[in-house]
């Protein structure tokens, strides 16, 4: 069974750009996630879609990050414009259903804004 | 508001010795448990998670945690420490009857000595 996939895995641009990250759940999981990791910390949920309507997007900075699941399986993340501090791990999940469902990560996108 | 507390931000063990590695949590409500493991350069692995039922609970690779609501612990062990349990670890925990985010505690880095 093929897991999370995420692309790229590496990216660096400088202060002000912008940049995209995507996602492929495993096949037939309803819900998807993408959190962010900096550096020393554990995750922190940006979003969570459930099909393709946004369950919780509480912690999302919405002035510069947007995301969307088109059909219920895809996802991008977006950044613009990116700061210093958006340097970080963007982690994409997916699970069948909600918690207790386990929640299966991708390797994940290392983001450097310089 | 949910928090997960992971004591030690590194622990480093002799091969073939206990591995312990404290989480406690805060939440009004015992929530449900997980205990993720990160390996370099790779996305969070599940190791085990606690629900309901029998408060022992066993994972993969021969780890196991014990959920205790008088301390408010969920502290994974190993009985023998090997090699490649070098990695990082994470506790994190989800509201019961949430849509399933999960808090992350910050981690634990295990270190293991030949």
């Known amino acids: ?114 | 508001a949910q928090s997960v507390t992971q004591l030690g931000s590194h622990v480093s063990v002799s091969e073939g010795a206990l591995v312990l590695l404290r989480c406690n949590y805060s939440s009004s409500v015992p929530p449900y448990l997980f205990w993720y493991v990160q390996y370099p350069n790779q996305g969070l692995q599940l190791l085990l998670k606690y629900t309901t039922g029998a408060t022992l609970v066993k994972g993969i690779n021969g780890f196991e945690a014990e959920f205790k609501k008088s301390e408010t612990s969920f502290h994974l062990t190993k009985p023998s420490a090997h090699m490649s349990d070098a990695a990082e670890y994470f506790c994190a925990v989800s509201r019961r009857g949430s849509q399933g985010n999960l808090i992350f505690g910050k981690g634990t880095k295990l270190s293991v000595k030949p």
Do not use: M
């Not at chain 1, 641009?13 to 910390?41: D, M």
């Not at chain 1, 393709?52 to 900075?61: E, Y």
């Not at chain 1, 259903?97 to 990560?105: K, L, N, R």
């Open chain 1, 1 to 114: 069974e093929a897991g999370v996939a995420q692309s790229p895995r590496y990216k660096i641009i400088e202060k002000r750009q912008s940049v995209a990250f995507w996602c492929n759940p495993i096949s037939g999981h309803a819900t998807l996630y993408w959190y962010q990791q900096i550096l020393g910390q554990g995750p922190k949920l940006l979003i969570q879609f459930q099909n393709n309507g946004v369950v919780d997007d509480s912690q999302l900075p919405k002035d510069r990050f947007s995301a969307e699941r088109l059909k219920g399986v895809d996802s991008t993340l977006k950044i613009q414009p990116a700061k210093l501090e958006d340097s970080a791990v963007y982690l994409c999940a997916s699970s069948l259903g909600v918690s207790p469902d386990i929640q299966y990560f991708g390797a994940g996108t290392r983001l450097s804004v310089l």
